[in-house]
């Protein structure tokens, strides 16, 4: 669509249907329900029991935390959540943006107010926020919506402005410098794969492959950047060549095996291999 008639019809959607599990088109059979193994809403999940997990929603504390390491208290007094959003600004995009840079111009911090007070800081202040792990910069941003003893912010940021030298800052302004690079019980490769040995039908299947495929190109964005840090930075360079060979090595390996698993065994070896 040109931009003029965007302009012309905005706000524009994709067409979209209402009630779709009333006339069967969720499931290939036409039935009239959903796209479950009981074809119903399932509160109690079937396929996460027969993958072995958990099938109903649950609460596990992240750690370091409160509860799960009250050791870390009294030095880390402090609960962060980094599921804070703006329109503006998506993951790691737009900060380039004049117009929406100058929305949302700087990384913040949100904190209660009496917190900020007990601490000695105010709105507009820069900020280290620190854990065992490391620390990321942030401006103060004093709101009545958090908890006293939490504090939140948004994640992926950068500076357009920034040091080339030094990735234009990120090392200083990205939250990911405090957390460790570790996944839910069920990451989506973990899900894919066993998505994909538990699928009943060609559709359960392809989905299993974009699941456990996204998976995949997350880990190698993310694999990169953790690896080096885990070594001296003389075996870094070693590391990251090992790390480069792997990934074409992989994908050769498969190319050349898939086709005698297929012919062989079928295509949930292909799965079970895995």
Same mark, same amino acid.
């Given at each position: 669509?040109?931009?003029?008639?965007?302009?012309?019809?905005?706000?524009?959607?994709?067409?979209?249907?209402?009630?779709?599990?009333?006339?069967?088109?969720?499931?290939?059979?036409?039935?009239?329900?959903?796209?479950?193994?009981?074809?119903?809403?399932?509160?109690?999940?079937?396929?996460?029991?027969?993958?072995?997990?958990?099938?109903?929603?649950?609460?596990?504390?992240?750690?370091?935390?409160?509860?799960?390491?009250?050791?870390?208290?009294?030095?880390?007094?402090?609960?962060?959540?980094?599921?804070?959003?703006?329109?503006?600004?998506?993951?790691?995009?737009?900060?380039?943006?004049?117009?929406?840079?100058?929305?949302?111009?700087?990384?913040?911090?949100?904190?209660?107010?009496?917190?900020?007070?007990?601490?000695?800081?105010?709105?507009?202040?820069?900020?280290?926020?620190?854990?065992?792990?490391?620390?990321?910069?942030?401006?103060?941003?004093?709101?009545?919506?958090?908890?006293?003893?939490?504090?939140?912010?948004?994640?992926?940021?950068?500076?357009?402005?920034?040091?080339?030298?030094?990735?234009?800052?990120?090392?200083?302004?990205?939250?990911?410098?405090?957390?460790?690079?570790? /996944?839910?019980?069920?990451? &989506?490769?973990?899900? +894919?794969?066993? %998505? =994909?040995?538990?699928?009943?039908?060609?559709? #359960?299947?392809?989905?299993?492959?974009?699941?456990?495929?996204?998976?995949?190109?997350?880990?190698?964005?993310?694999?990169?950047?953790?690896? /080096?840090?885990?070594?001296? &930075?003389?075996?870094? +360079?070693?590391? %990251? =060549?090992?790390?480069?060979?792997?990934?074409? #090595?992989?994908?050769?390996?498969?190319?050349?095996?898939?086709?005698?698993?297929?012919?062989?065994?079928?295509?949930?070896?292909?799965?079970?291999?895995?």
């Amino acid at each position: 669509m040109p931009l003029k008639e965007l302009q012309e019809n905005a706000p524009a959607y994709i067409p979209f249907e209402y009630h779709k599990h009333e006339r069967g088109l969720f499931r290939p059979d036409g039935s009239p329900s959903f796209a479950t193994p009981t074809g119903r809403i399932e509160l109690w999940s079937n396929f996460y029991n027969n993958a072995g997990l958990d099938p109903l929603p649950y609460f596990e504390e992240p750690s370091p935390g409160p509860g799960a390491t009250p050791e870390l208290l009294e030095e880390y007094p402090l609960v962060l959540t980094t599921g804070a959003r703006n329109p503006t600004l998506f993951h790691s995009e737009h900060r380039q943006i004049k117009h929406l840079r100058a929305v949302h111009p700087d990384p913040l911090v949100q904190i209660n107010p009496a917190t900020a007070q007990k601490y000695g800081v105010k709105d507009g202040d820069w900020v280290w926020l620190e854990n065992q792990m490391g620390r990321c910069k942030r401006r103060v941003s004093e709101t009545p919506i958090v908890n006293e003893q939490t504090i939140s912010i948004d994640h992926g940021w950068w500076f357009p402005e920034g040091d080339p030298g030094k990735l234009f800052d990120v090392f200083d302004l990205n939250v990911n410098q405090l957390f460790k690079y570790i /996944p839910g019980k069920a990451g &989506l490769t973990l899900l +894919g794969s066993l %998505m =994909g040995l538990f699928a009943t039908s060609t559709a #359960m299947f392809l989905a299993s492959r974009v699941l456990e495929g996204f998976g995949m190109g997350m880990i190698s964005v993310i694999g990169p950047n953790v690896m /080096p840090r885990l070594f001296p &930075l003389k075996n870094q +360079g070693l590391v %990251m =060549g090992i790390w480069s060979l792997w990934v074409p #090595m992989g994908s050769m390996i498969a190319f050349l095996t898939t086709p005698l698993l297929y012919g062989s065994f079928g295509w949930t070896s292909l799965i079970q291999t895995q």
